[in-house]
């Protein structure tokens, strides 16, 4: 059977502008077969070693990361990323730990490919407006923001996807992360609105979405999230991404995603905490990360090999 049966459909809706939102327009989706990719290189790290051969650290701070052995997701170890306030590591107003795929596992943007990981995150942060917060992207190799993103805007757990200077947040946890509107269908809250980087620039996309039967992320600061993404970037139309989250259909978007400038052809995966300033620390957890050309391979419910 295939993954994600059962899903809600969404039928063709123009939401208006609030704060600076962009209109999204949301058709129904046609269900269309998804097949592995050669392309889609597949690797599993568990973090059961001091080694981070598959990874390039140069935006790791030393002693600000380590190899946790009590809050692990499976086996008996979870890298650790720390930022703390004094952190300055991208700039006056911005605080930055992170952890990338090697260059040479790197894949061509567009490719179709497979991903999962568990994460989890310890703050102590009072919420803070919309204060920018991200906690695991795909970027293209152009200095954008990501084409897909985990934020934590709010402590609240939110994912976003970027058709051009587009910005699309596809699925959320409870709350409200950015102001953004939401809807209800008889159901639990969804969300419906498409934020452009800028509150004064509307923006349009051709982005549809589909969103499982409960569509609301669990809280990554309440505990282990087990996250699957099936990535494809498109930004001519073609992209698509589908999430799961401890093994629950979330979502599923079709359009441009992505940007049609590059400085080169590939996209990568980065880890760790991207946030603008705020006066306490946090530590974001990783374990099980894989990459693989279906959803088996990369359900991070599995036991390490």
């Not at 795909?138 to 402590?155: E, H, I, M, T, V």
């Not at 950015?178 to 209800?184: H, V």
């Not at 599923?252 to 940007?259: E, F, K, T």
Request: net charge negative; aromatic share 12%; hydrophobic share 35%.
């Amino acid at each position: 059977m295939r993954r994600g049966s059962g899903i809600l459909l969404i039928g063709r809706t123009q939401f208006s502008a609030l704060l600076g939102a962009c209109l999204l327009s949301l058709t129904i989706v046609s269900a269309f077969s998804l097949s592995a990719d050669d392309e889609a290189v597949v690797f599993f790290e568990g973090f059961e070693s001091e080694r981070l051969d598959q990874w390039w650290t140069g935006q790791l701070h030393e002693g600000e990361f380590w190899w946790e052995q009590d809050v692990v997701r499976h086996g008996e170890g979870a890298l650790a990323i720390r930022v703390d306030p004094e952190n300055r590591a991208c700039g006056s107003n911005c605080q930055r730990n992170e952890v990338r795929v090697a260059d040479q596992m790197r894949l061509p943007f567009g490719a179709d490919a497979w991903y999962g990981f568990s994460f989890r995150v310890e703050s102590k942060d009072v919420p803070n407006d919309s204060v920018r917060w991200v906690m695991g992207q795909w970027k293209q190799q152009n200095g954008r923001s990501p084409f897909l993103a985990q934020r934590y805007d709010n402590r609240i757990f939110h994912i976003t996807i970027q058709d051009k200077t587009c910005r699309i947040t596809i699925a959320s946890a409870s709350g409200n992360p950015d102001g953004m509107a939401w809807m209800r269908e008889d159901g639990p809250s969804r969300p419906s609105e498409a934020n452009a980087n800028s509150a004064d620039t509307p923006c349009n996309t051709d982005v549809a979405l589909e969103w499982g039967a409960d569509p609301i992320l669990p809280d990554p600061g309440e505990g282990w999230v087990d996250m699957i993404y099936h990535v494809v970037g498109g930004p001519d139309g073609t992209g698509r991404v589908e999430v799961w989250a401890n093994g629950r259909f979330v979502v599923r978007a079709s359009g441009s995603i992505g940007y049609d400038d590059a400085d080169g052809p590939d996209q990568y995966f980065k880890f760790g905490i991207y946030r603008n300033v705020l006066d306490s620390s946090a530590v974001a957890y990783l374990d099980n990360f894989r990459r693989g050309g279906s959803y088996e391979d990369v359900d991070p419910a599995q036991l390490a090999p």
